[in-house]
C-alpha cells in the first residue's frame, strides 16, 4: 500500500515562498509520475506541476509557470513544489498524488494514490 503525506503548507502574503513536501511511504514499482494538484472552494481540482520520476521530465499549468518549481528526491521519496512569487489566486488546498502508468497526465482521474492535502493561503 503506497502513502503520501503532504506538508509545508500555510498562510503568507502576496509575493511570498512556501515549500510543499511530498513524501511517499510504501513502492510504486515502476518508474511513474507524481503530480500537485490543487482545489480551491467551489472549484474544480486542477493540475499544476507533474514531475516524471524515472528522468527530469517535468509540467507546469500555464498559471503557474516561472514562479513554482516541482523536484524529486528519489533516495528519500520525496517531491517538493517550490512555490515563489504567491498570488491570492493560488489560495487552495494542495494535494500530492502519484500515478502507476507514467501517463504524467492532468487528469486526476490517471492518478491512483493521493495524499490527505496541505493548504496553502495568500492574502493580498
Known amino acids: 500500500q503506497v502513502q503520501l503525506v503532504e506538508s509545508g503548507g500555510g498562510s503568507v502574503q502576496a509575493g511570498g515562498s512556501l515549500r510543499l513536501s511530498c513524501a511517499q511511504y510504501g513502492y510504486i514499482y515502476s518508474d511513474n509520475c507524481m503530480g500537485w494538484f490543487r482545489q480551491a472552494p467551489g472549484k474544480e481540482r486542477e493540475g499544476v506541476a507533474v514531475i516524471y520520476t524515472g528522468g527530469s521530465s517535468t509540467y507546469y499549468a500555464d498559471s503557474v509557470k516561472g514562479r513554482f518549481t516541482i523536484s524529486k528526491d528519489n533516495a528519500k521519496n520525496t517531491v517538493y513544489l517550490q512555490m515563489n512569487s504567491l498570488k491570492p489566486e493560488d489560495t487552495a488546498m494542495y494535494y500530492c498524488?502519484?500515478?502507476?502508468?507514467?501517463?504524467?497526465?492532468?487528469?486526476?482521474?490517471?492518478?491512483?494514490?493521493w495524499g490527505q492535502g496541505t493548504q496553502v493561503t495568500v492574502s493580498s
Open positions: 498524488a502519484a500515478d502507476v502508468t507514467a501517463s504524467c497526465s492532468w487528469d486526476i482521474y490517471e492518478y491512483k494514490y
